[in-house]
């Protein structure tokens, strides 16, 4: 057995070295399109998509949800293939990117938001899959202990960490994983499709009380929540063009799949805004408990690469930091936020959602804008590790800042309501001011916020010289 176990470690750590934050080389650079096309499909798919599907009826109708969801999937997945290819040609994680753009101790200011915000989907990942896998127990053995469910899915999904993300598509999605949930999926949907009367969903109106462009955030809000992490993949991408397409290609089909699924359940099987309610849903209606533990095995992968990514994030500031002792600790984080989160967390999910856009969204314009126009898509190995300007660029945190202000005053999140209101008691009663700080959140913040951000940054960044192109291969 010891020699079964140290052939196998061996076997790991030759697929998957133990890489931090220097440029990948050629011998791991092993993804191609189908690679990158299947990894990102399965992210894109999961329990909480659902729920996120979920959250936008029954406010909208059936015919406004489908166009918000196809709408913000294909402007959220455009920043996020554009992001991958930068992975790609510049072989290093999304962290690394931003030492140009921000200045080396400035790319800990997003790589500390980063880390907030991966901890938190790991604790609600983790959350969510210990739920339905207790409710799947209940099912199948008459056996309830959710925490004791939530440690083993927080056990499995930090091991597929620390096994790392070309064993994990290589070795299981491609030849296991993908397929499982695939087959699932289409099971689930057919089943939905078959129990439900659309002709009446589809003229059913919406109840109110979100607007249009705020349920586009919403589903904005996935495929941005992984643009801080998408260069964590796309760095062992062979070709940027590649890169892009599998990226933006496979997460649309699979975001899009789900945010309508979620949708579907809300409306023809009258389930909750809820993980356990949508997993009794799916349940009832697509054959039990079995599908519910299948469907299971494409959220590990969701877990894994929330976890693998807060190590390497981390490593963006102490790159001499064990990246298997960052996974651990990461792992155990977000087993010890996930017992303790409350039965309801669909409103935090979504405040969390909206929260993430309003970070995210403007500071990936202002890289875009730096990295795709002032650079002309070439930073070059130098300018990341050697000569990144030590210090915090603020010419980059303005445009960034101006950005999230922009998002907010179209689109105030909850979690920040509190500061908005208060300062604008404050300058409406010193300034009279004659317009209102909050602005309507019918306009929606993912396009105001990036389009002030993108522009702010062009106006303020200066034009960069010619990349020393250290590596040829693309």
């Known amino acids: 057995m010891a020699s079964v176990s140290e052939r196998l470690e061996r076997a790991l750590e030759r697929e ?8 990948a080389p050629d011998g791991l650079k092993r993804f191609g399109g189908w690679d990158l096309a299947v990894l990102w499909a399965d992210l894109s798919i999961g329990l909480l998509v659902l729920v996120s599907g979920a959250l936008l009826v029954p406010a909208l109708g059936l015919p406004s949800a489908v166009l918000a969801i196809v709408v913000g999937t294909v402007i959220g997945v455009l920043p996020l293939g554009l992001v991958a290819a930068a992975g790609a040609r510049e072989s290093v994680p999304a962290m690394v990117l931003f030492r140009p753009v921000l200045g080396l101790r400035g790319s ?43 440690l083993v899915v927080a056990i499995v999904c930090t091991g597929l960490a620390l096994a790392g993300p070309i064993f ?24 939905m499709l078959d129990g439900a009367a659309l002709g009446a969903l589809w003229s059913r109106p919406g109840t109110g009380g979100l607007p249009f ?34 990226t933006a290609g496979g997460y649309a089909i699979g975001n899009i799949w789900f945010y309508l699924l979620g949708a579907l359940l809300v409306l023809a099987a009258g389930t909750g805004t809820d ?4 997993g009794t849903s799916i349940a009832a209606a697509a054959g039990g408990a079995v599908v519910l533990l299948a469907l299971l095995v494409g959220e590990s992968d969701n877990a894994m690469a929330n976890v693998y990514s807060s190590a390497v994030t981390v490593q963006n500031a102490r790159p001499g930091w064990s990246q298997r002792a960052l996974i651990v600790s990461v792992g155990a984080a977000g087993l010890a936020i996930a017992t303790v989160i409350g039965s309801d967390a669909a409103g935090a999910l979504e405040n969390f959602l909206f929260l993430i856009g309003s970070v ?17 898509g070439r930073f070059g190995e130098a300018a990341m590790f050697g000569g990144a300007p030590p210090g915090i660029r603020w010419r980059a945190v303005v445009p960034w800042v101006a950005g999230f202000f922009v998002y907010q005053w179209c689109a105030p999140t909850t979690l920040v309501d509190w500061w908005t209101n208060g300062l604008e008691r404050v300058l409406h009663g010193w300034l ?35 990349a020393r192109r250290v590596n040829s291969r693309t």
């Open 16 to 23: 998957t070295p133990e890489w931090g934050i220097q440029p």
């Open 108 to 150: 800990y200011l997003p790589s500390a938001a980063n880390l907030i915000q991966l901890v938190g989907w790991t604790a609600f990942e983790f959350w969510a899959m210990g739920r339905v896998a207790n409710a799947v127990s209940i099912d199948l053995f008459g056996f309830d202990e959710p925490s004791l469910w939530i």
């Open 168 to 191: 994990t598509v290589r070795r299981w999605l491609e030849r296991f994983g993908v397929w499982i949930v695939a087959g699932v999926a289409v099971w689930i949907t057919l089943k």
């Open 213 to 246: 462009w705020l349920a586009v955030d919403l589903v904005i809000a996935m495929p941005i929540s992984w643009l801080p992490l998408v260069a964590d993949y796309t760095r062992f991408g062979r070709d940027p063009r590649r890169a892009f397409a599998g």
């Open 275 to 278: 993980v356990l309610g949508i």
């Open 360 to 376: 995210f969204v403007p500071l990936f314009a202002v890289f875009l804008a730096d990295w795709g126009i002032r650079a002309r």
């Open 432 to 466: 009279h001011l004659p317009f209102p700080l909050v602005g309507d959140a019918a306009l929606g913040g993912s396009i105001p916020g990036f389009v002030a951000a993108f522009v702010v940054a062009l106006l303020v960044l200066p034009a960069r010289g010619a």
